[in-house]
């Protein structure tokens, strides 16, 4: 069964620093692996989508990569803003005997980051 | 519709009563998706319909737990003699492409179930 684990539990950062938030999973057989962003009280935002054939992809200040061999996904979130505060949550398409994706998302349990003014 | 829209924002029950949640997707998505999302836990998938066909219902816990979206497109969630076990956000998706690839995914803002 996928586990997907996202290290540190929490951060808290100065603004104007750049940081760094990890995903590892249990099961490199993925189809692709997507970053959201959940405010509190409110849905997730996507803010990311990784195929498994790509090492990362970017937009705006955000960049994450993928080492699919490894197991590990890392969301870099540069000059941060308080703007930024909330949590962020990896989750996993696992790939299917038939090469294609699944139904389910696997989804870690976040990291809840604060940016400080 | 602007978004996908979750009714009621909050619900709470009494152990042992019905419950009923309803998602409206954005209108025209033929994906949708039901998670369930414990108290600091990441959302945990329940079912999946493409249309008003369920292509996958092996997330949901119990046969307490039935789903449906008869026309394609409103689906309603119901929980049957509730359990304090049921108290999460209950998370509604869709999408405008097929399931398996969950991309451009838009989550409405949940229904909070507390079950006393």
């Known amino acids: 069964k996928q586990e997907v684990t996202q290290i540190p539990a929490a951060l808290s950062v100065p603004e104007g620093e750049n940081l760094v938030l990890n995903c590892s999973f249990t099961?490199?057989?993925?189809?692709?692996l997507q970053w959201f962003r959940q405010d509190p009280g409110k849905g997730l935002t996507s803010l990311l989508l990784i195929q498994s054939s790509q090492r990362e992809q970017t937009s705006g200040r955000l960049n994450a990569s993928l080492d699919k061999s490894s197991g590990r996904s890392t969301l870099y979130i540069a000059a941060s803003q308080p703007g930024d505060s909330a949590t962020y949550l990896c989750a996993v398409n696992v790939e299917q005997y038939s090469g294609a994706g699944s139904y389910q998302l696997t989804f870690g349990k976040g990291t809840k980051l604060s940016v400080i003014p | 519709g602007a978004g996908v829209s979750q009714s009621p924002r909050y619900k709470v029950a009494k152990r042992g009563q019905d419950v009923a949640l309803r998602c409206d997707p954005i209108?025209?998505?033929?994906?949708l998706f039901w998670y369930q999302q414990a108290l600091g836990q990441g959302p945990e998938f329940l079912t999946y319909?493409?249309?008003?066909?369920?292509?996958?219902k092996s997330g949901l816990p119990s046969d307490r737990f039935f789903a449906e979206r008869p026309e394609g497109s409103v689906s309603t969630l119901k929980i049957q003699r509730t359990q304090q076990e049921d108290s999460a956000v209950y998370l509604c998706?869709?999408?405008?492409?097929?399931?398996?690839?969950?991309?451009?995914?838009?989550f409405g803002s949940g229904t909070q179930l507390s079950v006393l």
């Open positions: 998706a869709s999408s405008s492409g097929q399931g398996i690839y969950h991309e451009k995914l838009f």
């Open positions: 319909f493409q249309n008003e066909a369920q292509l996958d």
């Open positions: 209108s025209g998505h033929v994906s």
């Open positions: 099961d490199s057989a993925i189809y692709n």
